[in-house]
């Protein structure tokens, strides 16, 4: 999700609980008979507690990771979206455990501040859909 201030466009990230390094991009599953775009839009909202419009959807990264011992195959969808309404760290008491921390940065520097490689292209990506 992305906003327009003085110029200048940012995203919004999270820092996801548990991971105090990390820096990244609100995502989540989707839930049975959701189409995708407003999986990730109630997963901005719960992540953030943004809401959002859809501008386009950005791609697509995947990745292998270990959970309790079994390993995982995931690919996860990106959409760019615009802030419309809410306040970023704004949680419902439900999601707020999910979530140590939310920030706007900058699109411009996104790249070194997000923790995932994939995370980084796809906002290489929403740089060149904004520029247009």
């Given amino acids: 999700m992305t906003?327009?201030?003085?110029?200048?466009?940012?995203?919004?990230?999270?820092?996801?609980?548990?991971?105090?390094?990390?820096?990244?991009?609100?995502?989540?599953?989707?839930?049975?008979?959701?189409?995708?775009?407003?999986?990730?839009?109630?997963?901005?909202?719960?992540?953030?507690?943004?809401?959002?419009?859809?501008?386009?959807?950005l791609g697509s990264t995947r990745y292998v990771y270990t959970w309790e011992g079994e390993r995982t195959f995931k690919v996860v969808a990106f959409f760019l979206f615009r802030a419309t309404g809410g306040e970023i760290g704004v949680l419902e008491p439900e999601y707020a455990h999910e979530v140590a921390d939310t920030c706007w940065i900058e699109l411009d520097t996104a790249a070194s501040d997000l923790t995932y490689s994939g995370e980084r292209e796809i906002v290489a990506r929403a740089r060149e859909r904004l520029s247009r």
């Fill in 3 to 57: 906003r327009h201030d003085g110029g200048t466009w940012s995203i919004a990230a999270i820092k996801p609980a548990g991971k105090p390094s990390v820096w990244a991009l609100p995502k989540g599953h989707i839930d049975d008979g959701e189409q995708p775009a407003d999986a990730a839009a109630r997963e901005v909202r719960e992540e953030t507690g943004l809401e959002v419009d859809l501008i386009d959807q």
